[in-house]
């Protein structure tokens, strides 16, 4: 099993509709990352979590809320999607004890909104 | 506003060549450096890390690292087509997330 997982692989959706999209890690990482990803523009970090109580806002966080709903969940709030957050959507997660920044990534969230 | 360039490519390399992919960065602070390897629709990867000055090989791959001149790369020796992806370089000051570059776009050609 993957250790980062992402749901839904694959979402169309309308303009103005609530969409999720849901983190689960199994790698009992503490920090956990919600990026997108447009062609031309690289990932960009919206919201980042160091652990359960701690919530931070990234690069672009308009238009976005996050949960941490515990160490191992982490979820992605589009409360009024709009074309324009279409998009590869990405988490990661890292882990502070290890002494590393090194982020692992799950296999993405591609999102249209139209 | 801290700031990771990359040169966006298509860097084209004949098969079996070096290929050279670069990166500045402008934040004097960052102390983790990482080459991810992307490619098209997939997540990224981590191809290697360094933290230190000089040069870190791991196999076909070195990284080198100059803080003084802010400025990190990636050499592939042996280039292979398989190679052919967008590398994406990563900076922080140890501890904060990740500042992504937008990438370089690396094609092997047979």
């Known amino acids: 099993d993957a250790d980062v997982t992402q749901t839904p692989r694959n979402r169309i959706t309308k303009t103005g509709k609530r969409i999720m999209l849901e983190c689960s890690q199994t790698k009992g990482h503490d920090r956990m990352y919600w990026y997108r990803q447009d062609p031309g523009l690289g990932l960009r970090l919206i919201y980042y979590s160091f652990d359960v109580k701690d919530i931070n806002k990234g690069e672009i966080s308009d238009g976005y809320s996050v949960s941490r709903q515990a160490q191992a969940k982490f979820s992605l709030s589009l409360e009024s999607a709009i074309p324009n957050q279409t998009a590869l959507y990405f988490c990661?997660?890292?882990?502070?004890?290890?002494?590393?920044?090194?982020?692992?990534f799950g296999p993405g969230t591609r999102l249209t909104v139209l | 506003q801290k700031e990771v360039e990359q040169n966006s490519g298509p860097l084209s390399v004949p098969e079996g060549a070096i290929a050279s992919l670069n990166c500045t960065y402008s934040?004097?602070?960052?102390?983790?450096f990482f080459w991810y390897r992307q490619y098209s629709g997939k997540s990224p990867e981590l191809i290697m890390f360094i933290y230190s000055n000089g040069d870190k090989e791991d196999g076909r791959f070195t990284a080198q690292l100059n803080k003084a001149s802010q400025y990190v790369s990636l050499l592939i020796r042996d280039s292979q087509p398989s190679d052919s992806a967008t590398y994406l370089c990563a900076v922080t000051n140890s501890g904060y997330a990740l500042n992504f570059g937008k990438g370089t776009s690396l094609l092997v050609t047979p």
């Open positions: 934040d004097r602070g960052s102390q983790s």
């Open positions: 990661a997660t890292s882990d502070l004890s290890s002494g590393s920044d090194e982020q692992f």
